[in-house]
């Protein structure tokens, strides 16, 4: 039986098959009863803090209603509002929280550094996102599919667009673990990293998937079961990258031609927040500037039957509740 008590949740890499596989199932558990209105105040009185060094609505949402649901208490730190960081190490200021709190969330920019705090923190860390995993986002991205599509093993899932994020390393990992054939589909200059690619495959094969990369649209999304996309720069990347990333990117806008070249039951995921419709003052501007109207999907695909985009939102919310209870308990 599995059991992840006392566990960091920092990337997919560090978990098996059966355990991802666990948490899924205890993620659809969590949905029904709060779908049935029933209580589950399974961890009533611990603590948890949510330290942010970057923005979020879902991520800090989820953590916080999770935890309110089970019973806890939550300490939300914004972005540059403790010391942590600036007049006290990282290092320092989780030995300090770990006395305080049962569990510690920390979106940042460095893998290495959330790495480094679950060593130090006495409790589970879970990473809310770093510059290269988001490995919370991929439970839900995996259960919109699994109510979508069913069974996800053997399923193709072709990403589009900076397949080198986050949010692309991670899904390229989830895959790989639950026998999901992905495609990367971008420019050249925007693949996953070699180690990681190679890592992906090697166990892509022991679940009997492939991972695939190619800039070829017809070839990345023809047969795709689920298409998914990200935003074209990240969180921390300076925004001199713009002109390049879409001229680079242009190409692998998701549009309806893109979604016919799926399957017929093809779904469309992007983990948000989306440029869809350029309607964000960040938008807006970038539009303006780079004098574009469709930004990574058009408006079309966006809000089609075939997006799931906000069932993969409230997603978030019942898997990393499972997350934290499979953790805490
Ligand atoms: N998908 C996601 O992580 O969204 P937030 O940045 O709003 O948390
Ligand atoms: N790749 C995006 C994901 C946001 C949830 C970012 O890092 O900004």
Request: glycine share 6%.
């Amino acid at each position: 039986p599995v059991n992840l008590q006392g566990r960091s949740f920092l990337k997919l890499l560090d978990f098996s098959t059966e355990e991802i596989k666990y948490l899924l199932d205890l993620s659809r558990q969590f949905k029904n009863l709060k779908l049935s209105r029933t209580p589950h105040r399974y961890l009533e009185g611990k603590n948890i803090v949510l330290l942010f060094e970057k923005t979020s609505t879902r991520t800090r949402c989820s953590f916080e209603v999770g935890a309110y649901d089970l019973g806890m208490n939550v300490t939300y730190l914004e972005p540059g509002t403790s010391q942590m960081g600036k007049k006290e190490s990282v290092e320092d200021t989780v030995r300090v929280l770990g006395r305080f709190y049962d569990g510690i969330e920390y979106r940042g920019y460095s893998q290495e550094l959330v790495e480094e705090m679950a060593a130090k923190a006495g409790v589970p860390v879970w990473n809310g996102l770093t510059d290269e995993f988001h490995p919370t986002q991929m439970l839900a991205d995996v259960l919109t599919m699994e109510e979508n599509l069913g069974n996800v093993k053997g399923l193709n899932l072709t990403f589009m667009g900076d397949a080198r994020n986050n949010v692309a390393n991670s899904l390229m990992v989830v895959s790989a673990k639950l026998g999901i054939n992905f495609t990367a589909c971008g420019p050249k200059e925007l693949m996953p990293e070699e180690g990681l690619v190679e890592t992906c495959r090697q166990i892509a094969e022991e679940n009997g998937s492939t991972i695939t990369l190619t800039d070829d649209v017809k070839k990345g999304c023809t047969g795709a079961h689920a298409i998914y996309t990200d935003i074209w720069v990240s969180m921390g990347e300076p925004d001199e990258v713009w002109e390049e990333r879409i001229k680079l990117l242009e190409p692998y806008r998701v549009t309806k031609e893109v979604m016919e070249m799926g399957d017929k039951n093809a779904i469309f995921l992007h983990c948000l927040p989306s440029f869809h419709d350029t309607n964000t003052v960040i938008g807006q501007d970038i539009a303006k500037k780079f004098n574009i109207t469709e930004m990574e999907v058009s408006d079309e695909v966006f809000e089609s039957k075939q997006s799931k985009v906000f069932d993969e939102a409230e997603n978030r919310m019942h898997t990393i509740k499972a997350i934290m209870y499979a953790t805490l308990k």
